[in-house]
């Protein structure tokens, strides 16, 4: 089985964990993070990605992350990344995330390795190693996700959500729902814009890349008939 790591994760919080105790602390406890991940899943090969610089959703949302501009990073972290990259062959993407790579490499022989909930829209094996816990996501649990996080947006990422929708109410709309396309024109109703829809999708959707971004899901045309 192949460990698929986020290596992003692994980098920033062994730098920010270690900015007063030096780089050495730093690379040994990113060591000791990768070996427990390893052990601990059974995994006999490794896999890591790191977001490059480039990111195709910063072109369709100029606003995507601007709530983290300023924000200092950890001494050691572009270190980290180097190393990472050297040292154990993560891979540096380009034109997406590191997610998006995560999702993209995900098959029945892998195991997804992170501590972000947001990759739960990707479906199959889980490994989270600050909670040791695992989790098997089933792909229409993964699209719930997915279109609850458009109705609630992601803080995280300045993506605003629909004003009076949290977690409990896009729960209650999209929860009880398992086909696409249901879900999708339930949400498509409440933004009632398809143009601000689409680029929620896009900044929020797990496995795309530049030449392959998400759209709206094809509705059979014996289902628009029936709406006509």
């Not at 920010?16 to 390893?38: H, P, S, T, V």
């Not at 609850?148 to 729960?171: E, F, N």
């Amino acid at each position: 089985m192949i460990a698929l790591i986020d290596m992003d994760i692994v980098a920033f919080s062994c730098a920010a964990y270690n900015n007063d105790f030096g780089w050495e602390a730093c690379k040994q406890d990113m060591d000791d993070m990768l070996a427990r991940i390893m052990d601990t899943t059974g995994a006999n090969e490794m896999k890591g990605f790191l977001s490059g610089p480039n990111n195709f959703r910063y072109d369709i949302n100029p606003a995507y992350k601007s709530n983290r501009a300023g924000k200092v990073d950890p001494v050691y972290r572009e270190d980290a990344k180097a190393y990472l990259i050297t040292d154990y062959g993560a891979v540096l993407t380009d034109g997406n995330e590191a997610d998006d790579a995560l999702g993209l490499a995900q098959t029945s022989n892998t195991i997804v390795c992170s501590i972000d909930k947001d990759l739960f829209q990707i479906a199959g094996r889980h490994y989270n190693w600050r909670k040791d816990e695992f989790n098997t996501v089933e792909p229409v649990d993964g699209l719930r996700l997915f279109y609850r996080q458009c109705l609630t947006g992601d803080a995280t990422d300045g993506i605003p959500g629909v004003g009076g929708i949290g977690k409990v109410k896009s729960a209650r709309i999209i929860n009880d729902l398992e086909d696409e396309i249901d879900m999708f024109e339930a949400v498509q109703a409440i933004f009632n814009d398809d143009t601000r829809l689409l680029m929620h999708g896009r900044c929020l959707k797990i496995g795309q890349t530049p030449d392959n971004m998400w759209s709206f899901p094809i509705v059979p045309t014996e289902r628009s008939e029936e709406g006509t």
